[in-house]
């Protein structure tokens, strides 16, 4: 199983960039999928996600995020997507993909800094 995220970079205060991950060797069907992200020096933490099982098309988020992140997904082609508006400076971190929680699939992260 491999997950390839991609998409990060460095930006200003108020830019936006979207996150995309690829899947291969697991197919999304029921299982959880979403985003999160690690700070320097602080633990990982939830960014965004889609539910498992009947649940798949209901989307959570961070509290920090709502109303500034977007998930989406392409079940087709096994990839999610995470649309970032607004970026603030305490956005910076690595982001993760994973499938199927904690326990289940990680990506190796793409970084994301903002500072102006």
């Known amino acids: 199983v491999q997950l390839q995220a991609s998409g990060g970079g460095s930006v200003q205060p108020g830019d936006s960039l979207r996150l995309s991950c690829v899947a291969s060797?697991?197919?999304?069907?029921?299982?959880?999928v979403g985003w999160y992200r690690q700070a320097p020096g602080k633990q990982r933490e939830f960014v965004a996600r889609?539910?498992?099982?009947?649940?798949?098309?209901?989307?959570s988020y961070a509290d920090s995020v709502k109303g500034r992140f977007t998930i989406s997904r392409d079940n087709a082609k096994n990839t999610v997507f995470l649309q970032m508006d607004s970026l603030k400076p305490e956005d910076t971190g690595v982001y993760y993909c994973?499938?199927?929680?904690?326990?289940?699939?990680w990506g190796q992260g793409t970084l994301v800094t903002v500072s102006s």
């Open positions: 994973n499938v199927a929680g904690g326990a289940g699939y």
């Open positions: 060797g697991i197919i999304f069907g029921t299982k959880a």
């Open positions: 889609f539910s498992s099982g009947v649940r798949t098309n209901y989307a």
